[in-house]
């Protein structure tokens, strides 16, 4: 049954990789270029918007983050080290449990960030006296909304994973005294 | 032990409601009238910007769900509800765990949507001819930062509160057998 729930995890793990690398690629190889005025050519790319910037970072970070996670599934998977003590699997679980909950946040909120951006890029802000810009560079703005659109698949997968190491640590707590671990 | 763990929970709440109603309130009742040229003025509030109306809401109705979360506790405290049976418990503490993630993760997005929003009104947009905003408006965008701030603070409290209902929820299970309820 522990194995079950492993092979979900991994399996989780993976996709959640697909679609931080995919939003990563999506966002970083996304290029326009239009003329403006006569020969004056203007070329549109992440490196415009540091809320674009700031995504590919951090949605490459989780990604190597959850790469390094399977990396760990493997090892622990040996036959020798599965006699672990309670007292180190727990540290494991805490760490774990502590890490995947900052990527989620982390990945989320500079999803979001992007969202809003594009939203502004999109319609401008009439109190503002902000302009629109996807109605320049459409294909630009097209490809990133399919960027974000990964980039918010990526973080629910990745609430999944945590609340599996939520239940990974705090199944091994007395269900009877409050933070005491259960007798074996 | 039990009741510690509540007496932490309401605590974690009631903070959590207090920073919650503040920024609410710091961004609603935020304006600032300029005179833009000569007799003409213009207000600014925060129905200019959809990102801070939107966090105006989300953040009063989180405020509300914990404050209906501390009524709950109220009631819980009776005496004659404390004999529950084991499936009712679970039903619960599984809705309040996910309420409780939904609330966090709505928090945390529409404050860095906000967050985002109020990074062009003060820096502008270079790339994209986009003007400053908050050197008109200084003391509207000084309070704005300061509601922002009390609304990252909330939501870090809110990912503890959110870990006692995993805690609640996950201790219920064995440690041996996946997904499996300990016996009595």
């Not at 700031?54 to 989780?62: E, H, N």
């Not at 003590?85 to 995947?100: E, N, P, R, V």
């Amino acid at each position: 049954m522990e194995f079950r729930m492993a092979k979900w995890e991994v399996f989780l793990r993976v996709i959640a990789i697909l679609f931080l690398v995919l939003t990563a690629c999506l966002v970083a190889f996304d290029t326009q270029t239009k003329v403006v005025f006569l020969m004056i050519s203007k070329k549109a790319t992440y490196k415009d918007l540091d809320a674009l910037k700031i995504l590919v970072y951090v949605t490459s970070t989780a990604a190597g983050y959850n790469m390094l996670q399977l990396c760990k599934h493997t090892f622990s998977a040996l036959p020798t080290i599965s006699n672990f003590k309670t007292s180190y699997y727990m540290y494991i679980a805490w760490i774990t449990f502590l890490l995947d909950q900052i990527a989620v946040y982390l990945t989320f909120a500079t999803n979001t960030a992007a969202f809003q951006a594009a939203i502004f890029a999109l319609n401008g802000s009439e109190a503002f006296q902000w302009m629109k810009i996807c109605n320049k560079f459409t294909r630009f703005c097209e490809q990133i909304a399919g960027a974000l659109l990964c980039g918010y698949i990526a973080p629910i997968i990745m609430t999944m994973i945590s609340a599996i190491s939520a239940y990974k640590v705090f199944r091994m707590y007395s269900s009877k005294r409050f933070m005491h671990f259960k007798g074996k």
